[in-house]
């Protein structure tokens, strides 16, 4: 037994290593792999970097959910979300201020609002339809997924525009091959990393006899949230805002339509019997409060990030007490 949490233990520092490392070469082959194709970076956070580090929740999603866990694949999901604005932006905010574009203010930050309640909406099929039970059932999953068809053609349209406007932009750090080979190097670093983390945090976690849905919101969330969180803090320690906000957003859209929606799509209806009233309003209240940080002055300064890492710490209170 003893042995076994040594391993569990080593495991776990080999994995933040790996994390650690990866999100180092992430950050920079994304970069510049941005300054190679003349695209803005807060594209490349929204697509490249926010599905590349969402690759551990859909993960988890189809092997929890094939499994039959479903507490593990929402808990994942809205903890992921939880996590990726109170806590990582928030860190990176009180690193280093954010600047945030009007673009983003006005068009992606909303569009996480949207889908965050569209998810909300889904869990109350008892309110508002006077069912038996709340379920989101498989077409519930297939609209999610073609609410990201549409993200998707928003991206192509941003990353016409975006090449258009921006033919002039600095040097890339290194050729496009190079830049492709350091991005999917650090990627693999970010995902084997987090495998490594999560499946030692969950088997240490199991052992003290801690439950499912507190697992999936913590263990689980934070664990596969490191690719964003690490890739996260390096880039705001570098001075690249763009990707830091680009990450998040593009995260939590692609956690609620992709990690949630295919596997409902593939297994089909999931209950949300465990989760509570607290947890759906975190979800939704974390995006608009990001909204109502970003429209204030156009930037999260560190008081607004501290304010958020005190709002993640009051609602994980309320996660262990619950």
């Known amino acids: 037994m003893l042995m076994d949490i040594v391993w569990q233990i080593i495991?776990?520092?080999?994995?933040?290593?790996?994390?650690?490392?990866?999100?180092?070469?992430?950050?920079?082959?994304?970069a510049s792999t941005a300054t190679n194709f003349k695209v803005s970076k807060t594209l490349i956070g929204l697509t490249i970097i926010a599905f590349g580090t969402?690759?551990?929740?859909?993960?988890?999603?189809?092997?929890?959910?094939?499994s039959g866990s479903t507490d593990m694949v929402l808990g994942n999901v809205i903890g992921s979300n939880i996590l990726n604005i109170l806590l990582i932006l928030g860190l990176a905010a009180f690193i280093?201020?954010?600047?945030?574009?009007?673009?983003?203010?006005?068009?992606?930050?909303?569009?996480?609002?949207?889908i965050s309640s569209l998810l909300v909406v889904l869990f109350l099929d008892v309110q508002l339809n006077s069912a038996e039970i709340n379920q989101i059932t498989r077409s519930d999953g297939v609209a999610i997924l073609l609410f990201f068809c549409i993200f998707l053609y928003y991206?192509?349209?941003?990353?016409?525009?975006?090449?258009?406007?921006?033919?002039?932009?600095?040097?890339?750090?290194w050729k496009l091959g190079l830049s492709l080979l350091f991005t999917v190097l650090g990627l693999a670093g970010i995902v084997i990393g987090s495998n490594l983390v999560v499946d030692s945090a969950s088997s240490l976690a199991s052992a003290i006899g801690i439950s499912e849905r507190v697992i999936a919101l913590t263990v689980i969330?934070?664990?596969?949230?490191l690719p964003e969180l690490v890739t996260t803090v390096v880039a705001a320690k570098k001075g690249e805002t763009e990707l830091v906000l680009g990450n998040?957003?593009?995260?939590?859209?692609?956690?609620?339509?992709?990690?949630?929606?295919?596997?409902?799509?593939?297994?089909?209806?999931?209950?949300?019997?465990?989760?509570?009233?607290i947890d759906l309003v975190?979800?939704?209240?974390?995006?608009?409060?990001?909204?109502?940080?970003?429209?204030?002055?156009?930037?999260?300064?560190?008081?607004?990030?501290?304010?958020?890492?005190?709002?993640?710490?009051?609602?994980?209170?309320?996660?262990?007490?619950?």
Not at 99 to 106: F, G, L, P, S, Y
Not at 155 to 173: C, G, Q, T, V, Y
Not at 257 to 266: K, N, Q, S
């Open 282 to 322: 975190a979800l939704v209240g974390s995006a608009a409060l990001l909204f109502i940080f970003s429209v204030t002055n156009h930037k999260i300064n560190r008081i607004e990030g501290g304010l958020m890492l005190l709002m993640f710490a009051t609602y994980y209170t309320l996660v262990f007490v619950a």
């Open 54 to 66: 969402s690759a551990p929740e859909l993960a988890v999603s189809i092997k929890a959910l094939s």
């Open 11 to 30: 495991l776990l520092v080999v994995g933040f290593v790996l994390l650690i490392k990866g999100a180092d070469f992430f950050v920079d082959g994304a």
């Open 96 to 114: 280093r201020p954010l600047a945030i574009r009007k673009e983003t203010i006005r068009k992606e930050i909303p569009i996480c609002i949207l």
């Open 155 to 173: 991206l192509i349209s941003m990353a016409l525009h975006s090449r258009d406007k921006n033919k002039k932009r600095e040097k890339p750090k």
């Open 221 to 225: 969330a934070l664990g596969t949230s």
């Open 248 to 277: 998040i957003l593009g995260s939590n859209i692609f956690n609620i339509c992709v990690v949630l929606g295919i596997p409902v799509a593939i297994f089909g209806a999931v209950t949300p019997g465990a989760f509570s009233v």
